[in-house]
């Protein structure tokens, strides 16, 4: 078995996967670190829901692209990639505007961090 190296597919993607989880983690203990409990439920609410919408967009947009696009000629793949840009950005609008509403309904942080992220997602 060979070892793995940054310059494969693998050892990217790897890379890639642990530089996000470390972000995550660093970003969560920062965000820890300047609210409150209160704030900081609101803020991990928040990012939970952002992590499912964006989840989501990326399966329905993105996933048949990957796919498709690789065994396509170039019209279609063009067609294929203008086609998930569109969709994921009209899902970004959607998502945003579900989100502004939907903080209303909800009261204190939570309603602020709902809000931000739905103002912020498009």
Known sequence: MTKQSPRDGRGWFGLDQGLS????FG?????AGLLDKIG????????AVFIVV????RTVSGDVAMIVVPDADAHSAATHIDGSASTSSLAAV???VAL????F????ATRSALLALGVCLP
């Open 94 to 96: 959607v998502s945003g």
């Open 21 to 24: 989880s470390a972000t995550n």
């Open 27 to 31: 970003g969560a203990a920062l965000t």
């Open 54 to 57: 964006l989840t989501t967009v």
């Open 105 to 108: 309904f909800v009261g204190g």
């Open 100 to 103: 502004v509403v939907g903080s």
């Open 40 to 47: 900081y439920g609101g803020w991990a609410i928040a990012y």
